[in-house]
Each structure stands twice: as structure tokens, then as C-alpha cells.
């Protein structure tokens, strides 16, 4: 079956723009969580989504939000751009319950702020 | 802020060896699970050992944890060049989110 897909793989923005990113996840999985991964901080959790409710966030300021539809797809958007956004941003899907294995993550979405 | 810390930070070992990294977290955990990642692309989930587990294999890993000691290690045998790659180790407390840890880039060399 088809993996966890995001888009765009590659972006280039200007400082004070917005974004939004996009992650479809591996079909029949209802939870889809945002990561931001950058050679300074490394990787860092920035929400979570499941059935199209935020369980939980972390912490980030106020410009990146995110939600997700009804059929699971997700998306995540950053307002007024800073150079230090420029990262890997990891979508990941899983499908909690018994057995539950861990997380399928897609390969991810460079964002360049120049 | 990064829950767990991984040790050593760099490891370059020859094609063949065993290559080892250690993890330790700061909080009680529900599971911890190892992933992959090849040169800046996504991550590979590799193994989770639950809480209540000791030591667990899959292939050429093995992956030991004692929650005693707040720490985890994972071991790669008879290692190849496609080995190569940086390892994270991340703790789950059941609140729906992965702690990471710094990672440990390994490079098995020819």
C-alpha cells in the first residue's frame, strides 16, 4: 500500500510569507502527527491529529498551526516566515490499537526561508 | 527539549562489525522505538520494545531496555553499507507524541 505522502518536497519562501504543507497519510490511519527537524534543535514535535482533533502540541509559537480533514489528510501551515523555519518537516501516520507497531513517516518537506 | 540523549554521537565501524549506540531518557516511558534516517530524508521505524520488555530482535536487531536505568541500546550485527545512516532513538509516554533524541550517524565503511 501506498506510504505516507507529503508535498511539496521542496519549497523556497521569503521571510514574512506563509506556508502550508500538506500530508496524506497511509490509508485507514486517523492519526497524523507534524515533526520539525533542524540540525540545531533536532527533532521536535509540533502536533498531533486524530479523527480531525488536535490531542496534542507542542511548543511552538502561534504561527504554526495545523488541522486535519475528514478523510485524514492533514495540513500545516507557518504565517509570517523567519529564517530559523527553514527545516525538514516530517509528517507521520499510524493507526493506534492493539499491536500497534509505531509510526510510518513520509519523507519529508525542505523548507528553505531566504 | 529532548527527552532522550544518544551515545556516542558518531560511530564508524567496518563493513562486518557490530555497531552499538545507547539511548537514555529523563522520564518514564510506555514504549521506545528506534528509526532510520538516510541522508536528511524520513524516518524508518525499525523496532519498538514496550515498557515491560526487556530485550527484543528483529533480524540484525537487537535492542535491550532497562527502564531501571532509564536507558536502551541498540545493537546492529554483521553490518553493511547500507547500515549507513543516522539512528534516533524516541520515547512514547502515551500522550501522543515522540521524544527524539540527538541520534547517533553511523557510517560502516567498505
Known amino acids: 500500500k501506498a506510504g505516507v505522502t507529503q508535498t511539496p518536497r521542496y519549497l523556497i519562501k521569503t521571510r514574512g510569507q506563509q506556508v502550508t504543507l500538506s500530508c496524506s497519510p497511509i490509508s485507514g490511519h486517523r492519526s497524523v502527527s507534524w515533526y520539525q527537524q533542524t540540525p540545531g534543535q533536532g527533532l521536535q514535535f509540533l502536533f498531533e491529529y486524530f479523527s480531525e482533533t488536535q490531542r496534542n502540541k507542542g511548543n511552538f509559537p502561534g504561527r504554526f498551526s495545523g488541522r486535519q480533514f475528514s478523510n485524514s489528510r492533514s495540513e500545516m501551515n507557518v504565517s509570517t516566515l523567519e529564517l530559523g523555519d527553514s527545516a525538514l518537516y516530517l509528517c507521520?501516520?499510524?493507526?493506534?490499537?492493539?499491536?500497534?507497531?509505531?509510526?510510518?513517516f513520509g519523507s519529508g518537506t525542505r523548507l528553505t526561508v531566504v | 527539549s529532548q527527552q532522550g540523549e544518544e551515545d556516542p554521537q558518531a560511530l564508524s565501524i567496518q563493513e562486518g562489525e557490530n555497531a552499538t549506540m545507547n539511548c537514555s531518557y529523563k522520564t518514564s516511558i510506555n514504549n521506545l522505538q528506534w528509526y532510520r534516517q538516510n541522508s536528511g530524508r524520513g524516518l524508518v521505524h525499525l523496532i519498538l520494545i514496550r515498557s515491560n520488555e526487556r530485550e527484543k530482535h528483529s533480524g540484525r536487531l537487537r535492542v535491550t531496555l532497562d527502564t531501571s536505568k532509564k536507558s536502551s541500546s541498540l545493537l546492529i550485527t554483521a553490518s553493511r553499507a547500507a547500515d549507513t545512516a543516522s539512528y534516533f532513538c524516541?520515547?512514547?509516554?502515551?500522550?501522543?507524541?515522540?521524544?527524539f533524541g540527538a541520534g547517533t550517524t553511523v557510517t560502516v565503511r567498505a
Open positions: 507521520a501516520s499510524s493507526l493506534p490499537g492493539t499491536g500497534w507497531y509505531g509510526y510510518t
Open positions: 524516541a520515547t512514547d509516554r502515551d500522550d501522543y507524541k515522540l521524544s
